[in-house]
């Protein structure tokens, strides 16, 4: 099993930065895939961006050029860089690890963006 934790998130300007942060209960270093997913009020949870265990990475075309997903496999932490945040960036964010045929997800954390 894997539990996972977020934090960071919080009230931000439109334009402004927030990092979140995920950390993990194993060794991440052998899990498959990482990732940040978000839901918002009303709509289905959606894919924002993942990272393999290689540190090959891929986002959601909303967030690209924005967002930066990075793992730290010897802190078992998982991290979303987000700048130049949008009011439509506005949901509870989720951590997401795929550990052999499971997935794990965390608690979320709760990001606004005003405008």
């Known amino acids: 099993q894997v539990q996972l934790v977020e934090s960071g998130g919080g009230l931000v300007q439109a334009g402004g930065s927030l990092r979140l942060s995920c950390e993990a209960s194993?060794?991440?270093?052998?899990?498959?895939?990482m990732g940040w997913y978000r839901q918002a009020p009303g709509m289905q949870r959606e894919l924002v961006a993942t990272?393999?265990?290689?540190?090959?990475?891929k986002y959601t075309d909303s967030v690209k050029g924005r967002f930066t997903i990075s793992r730290d496999n010897a802190k078992n932490m998982v991290y979303l860089q987000m700048n130049s945040l949008k009011p439509e960036d506005t949901a509870v964010y989720y951590c997401?690890?795929?550990?052999?045929?499971?997935?794990?997800w965390g608690r979320g954390t709760q990001v606004t963006v005003s405008s």
């Open positions: 194993r060794n991440i270093f052998s899990i498959n895939s």
């Open positions: 997401n690890a795929e550990y052999l045929v499971e997935g794990y």
């Open positions: 990272i393999s265990s290689d540190g090959r990475s």
